[in-house]
């Protein structure tokens, strides 16, 4: 019985050891997660203080990144925003239907797609596709094309891009006749 509770109290103490290096609220040491020299995002004047900073000291504190939190802050502006052709995302994601999707991101105007064989074809291809700006234009629009062997002929890209476009103006003269 007087031996289980010298047992207990090693358990607790390590367990308290092991909470405060992980950044726990115990103050021993920073931690795996920063410790508790701050316990949130970064306040605003932080954040207005590194939006003025020189862009040598930006450099350099994206390289020491020191706590959890730190690695959420961008430094980006949080008001702009990316505006994406809805015509021309919708048109790239039907024409590469067969593609399986890996990631779609709209805010951005990037689709990620994993190997897909196209309808009667032989050769397996990827694509990445980058869609810019809100305007209905060629230059709205970047495909980068893969195959299983390396990356897609120009002029393979240069078709899905055309197909792309094409079905974006057929979209875009469907939503004029509402």
């Known amino acids: 019985m007087t031996q289980t509770k010298p047992l207990k109290a090693i358990g607790i103490l390590c367990a308290v050891v092991v909470l405060a290096g992980c950044g726990g609220s115990m103050g021993i040491g920073n931690g795996v997660f920063g410790g508790g020299a701050r316990s949130g995002p970064p306040s605003d004047a932080v954040i207005e203080q590194r939006k003025n900073a020189p862009p040598q000291a930006r450099a350099r504190e994206r390289r020491e990144k020191g706590t959890i939190w730190d690695l959420f802050d961008s430094g980006a502006d949080p008001d702009v925003t990316v505006e994406v052709n809805k015509y021309i995302w919708n048109a790239a994601l039907d024409v590469l239907k067969f593609l399986p999707i890996e990631a779609a991101d709209p805010f951005s105007g990037v689709i990620v797609t994993g190997y897909g064989r196209p309808p009667g074809g032989g050769r397996a291809y990827r694509a990445t596709i980058y869609v810019q700006d809100p305007a209905l234009d060629a230059r709205s629009l970047t495909v980068a094309l893969n195959t299983q062997s390396g990356p897609a002929s120009p002029a393979t890209v240069r078709a899905i891009e055309d197909a792309i476009l094409t ?10 006749k509402l």
């Open 167 to 176: 079905r974006a103006r057929q979209l875009r003269a469907r939503d004029s």
